[in-house]
């Protein structure tokens, strides 16, 4: 269930990152598109937060498996990457997400798409990229 979870989650990044483009392009342009976009991206990006808790609290480097022995946690990219920049940044830009949608809804573009923007930002900027040190994956699963 684990390895799936982890494909789930590295899949679902591209679901997003597209879903963020295309609301992006329609908060901009002022497309009524927007508020059904919008929507799915609110879902994907909740679906991902319920699969990332779980690998944070859970997962193979999980908070309830602990810190292997020796390690301290603001001391190691790894574990400081995995275990607190990138949930809480995936975190600030998933609630980003959601108020973007209600202002969507009511086809407040310009308040939509400057979340929007931030929102991107922050995951473009928290991803493990596979050029990342320590902690840099793969593109796609089994790649
Ligand atoms: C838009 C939101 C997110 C994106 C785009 C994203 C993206 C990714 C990617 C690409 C990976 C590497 C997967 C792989 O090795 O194949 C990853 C790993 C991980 N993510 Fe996220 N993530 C997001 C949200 C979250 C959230 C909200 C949490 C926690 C609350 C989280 C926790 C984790 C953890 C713990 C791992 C490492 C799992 C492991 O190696 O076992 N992610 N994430």
């Given amino acids: 269930?684990?390895?799936?979870?982890?494909?789930?989650?590295?899949?679902?990044?591209?679901?997003?990152?597209?879903?963020?483009?295309?609301?992006?392009?329609?908060?901009?342009?002022?497309?009524?598109?927007?508020?059904?976009?919008?929507?799915?991206?609110?879902?994907?990006?909740?679906?991902?937060?319920?699969?990332?808790?779980?690998?944070?609290?859970?997962?193979?480097?999980?908070?309830?498996?602990?810190?292997?022995?020796?390690i301290s946690l603001m001391k190691d990219t790894f574990y400081r990457f995995y275990w607190i920049e990138h949930p809480l940044a995936m975190i600030v830009a998933i609630v980003l997400i959601t108020l973007a949608r209600g202002k969507a809804k009511t086809l407040n573009y310009k308040t939509a798409g400057w979340q929007l923007l931030v929102a991107l930002i922050l995951i473009l900027a928290s991803i493990p990229w596979p050029f990342r040190q320590l902690v840099g994956r793969h593109l796609f699963p089994g790649s």
């Fill in 1 to 70: 269930m684990e390895t799936g979870l982890l494909h789930l989650h590295t899949i679902l990044r591209w679901i997003i990152l597209l879903l963020l483009l295309v609301t992006l392009y329609q908060a901009f342009s002022k497309k009524e598109g927007i508020r059904k976009t919008s929507l799915w991206l609110m879902i994907s990006s909740h679906i991902m937060l319920v699969i990332g808790l779980y690998q944070v609290i859970a997962g193979r480097y999980g908070i309830i498996k602990g810190l292997p022995e020796g």
